[in-house]
């Protein structure tokens, strides 16, 4: 078995797509954008985990709320991977990596209240928030405009989770929110 250890960064000889980004300025990226994307397969698991242990009086909203929620982040997964294979880096190729770059901590808690579960997320979310916008900055200092570009897009998407479950956390007496 090969013994030589595999940087995040250094795609062998086959996997080198073309660029006029220099080696360093791909290593930074790749070192902003996979651990990242290591959140993000997390986050994307945590929620699915909420989406299906939910339960209730609101239950319908949250377990939709949830899927949608996991939807985006999967799709922003895909994304940001293909682009660091864009400019000749590599990303994620295993669950063991994904839990070597991951920030989000796992939960495994057997029953997790309605409301704990948003503000859980609320936290998550919010943390990725912050990292998705210093990493635009890794990219526009390495001149990785459509990398920073899509991070926009993608920070976007968290920003509206961060709504979506702040708005949600509003009101509520510990089994969601109040209809009228
Ligand atoms: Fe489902």
């Known amino acids: 078995m090969a013994t030589r250890t595999m940087h ?3 795609a062998p000889r086959a996997l080198a797509t073309p660029t006029d980004l220099s080696a360093s300025e791909v290593r930074s990226v790749c070192e902003a954008v996979n651990p990242l994307i290591a959140d993000a397969f997390a986050l994307y698991v945590k929620t699915k985990n909420f989406h299906w242990h939910v339960s209730g009086p609101h239950f319908r909203d949250y377990h939709l709320l949830f899927d949608e929620q996991a939807e985006a982040l999967l799709e922003s997964i895909d994304s940001l991977a293909e682009r660091l294979r864009k400019i000749g880096g590599s990303t ?6 994904i839990g070597r770059l991951q920030t989000v901590g796992d939960d495994e808690d057997e029953l997790v209240p309605p409301l704990e579960m948003i503000r859980r997320l609320l936290g998550d979310n919010r943390r990725m928030a ?8 890794v990219c526009d200092k390495n001149r990785d405009t459509p990398t920073g570009n899509l991070l926009q897009e993608v920070l976007d998407h968290t920003e509206r989770r961060v709504w979506f479950l702040h708005e949600t956390s509003q009101i509520g007496d510990g089994t969601g929110p109040t209809r009228r």
Do not use: G, K, T, V
Request: charged fraction near 35%; hydrophobic fraction near 40%.
């Open 130 to 137: 912050e990292r998705q916008r210093a990493a635009i900055e």
């Open 8 to 10: 995040a960064h250094a």
């Open 92 to 97: 994620i190729r295993s669950i063991r990596h």
